[in-house]
């Protein structure tokens, strides 16, 4: 196949193959299961909001699911327990009937501390697991935990619960997408292909680094985005070094300037920058951008099954060629991650821990590659980021808004 990838429209249709929802739900807690299965650990509890997600299909807003309140347990030989706002665990029991009514409750440990843990909430939950534990005849196995509130661990190691590490056994299990995971991030990478579109056409002297935010959050939540986690706009003297955010500095004639555009369709997300000039460029502008493509090729000429990532690493410039005293003063510049419910997953690729603890690149790792060069004028700097899948056959790249070349916005 040498085609794009395929990226349908959005909706459930009779005439197509599109995403299939259940194949995808089964897929995820498939591979939750066998990374149980292949541990110590009698059961995970999971904190982590997208391992919750991928074991339970759940979801709800940030503002409440991100505040160390919503809980999973996956048992061996049990189905998934969820426990959420109490309205949101009513609404799963009558939309969500993948999960039985009986497993989804009502949760609540303490918004962060909001609620002192001396209010007894996290005392109550960790006796209940524990119940369910020793009812399922798992009470002398380990309780593999994910990301955890200091409390509520040792909570959980004053009632007698043996405490391990999850959350390397459910990023491996994670790092392999199936074809609905791939097309997700195929369609949500459709999604900013357009917005760069309006990005371009919008970018003039006289625009503000935030006005190009509320345009890309606008364009995305109108093509379906579940959520818009973040977009950098940077530009003229903010864009070295590099500052990962935006501000309402107007954009003047002869910027360079880059973006990076973070949100998620139905779970999946994108990590997907795009650097311009606006009027006309500079040579020492087009000189940056000449290298950064040049690495990013490179790198992706690298991407095949069987490769390690220490070999990927090491055809980006080590960080002093680049203006930095070490790797990891240059993390994340040069650089590549995982791409899936979360924005960083596996693999991570770069010089800092590549080099030391390398991952082989196999089939259905999706992940993003991305690298920086500053230009020799001290201000400007050229950033490209580009999403790949890891095929038998090599790599397919997911990205597709034009970067092979610095494209000038508007020119003069």
Known sequence: MTGPLPAPGHMGVDYEQRVDFDRLRDHRLRRARAALEGSECGAFLLFDFYNIRYVTQTWIGGALGDKMTRYALLARDAAPKLWDFGSAARHHRLHSPWLDPADCHAGMLGLRGAIAPTAGLMADAVRRIKGILEDAGLAGAPVGVDIVEPPFLFEMQRQGLRVVDAQQLMLDARQIKSAD????????????????????????????????????????????????????????????????????????????????????????????????????????????????????????????????????????????????EDEMAAFGLQFGHGLGLGLHERPIISRLNSMREPIELRPGMVFALETYCPASDGFSAARIEEEVVVTPDGCRVLTLFPAQDLMVANPY
């Open 181 to 324: 995971e791939i097309m997700l991030l195929t369609q949500a990478a459709a999604m900013v292909d357009g917005v760069y579109q309006d990005i371009v056409e919008a970018l003039k002297p006289g625009i503000r680094e935030n006005e190009i935010v509320a345009l890309a959050n606008k364009r995305l939540y109108e093509m379906g985005s579940d959520q818009v986690e973040a977009i950098n706009a940077v530009s003229g003297e903010r864009c070295n070094p590099h500052p990962h955010n935006f501000s309402d500095r107007l954009i003047r004639p002869g910027d360079q300037a880059f973006f990076d555009i973070i949100h998620s369709f139905n779970g999946y997300r994108t990590c997907y920058y795009r650097t311009f000039s606006v009027g006309s460029s500079t040579a020492a502008q087009r000189e940056a951008y000449g290298r950064a493509r040049e690495w990013m090729d490179a790198s992706i000429a690298m991407i095949k099954p069987g490769v390690g990532t220490d070999q990927v690493a090491a055809v980006w410039p080590e960080a002093t060629a680049f203006g930095f």
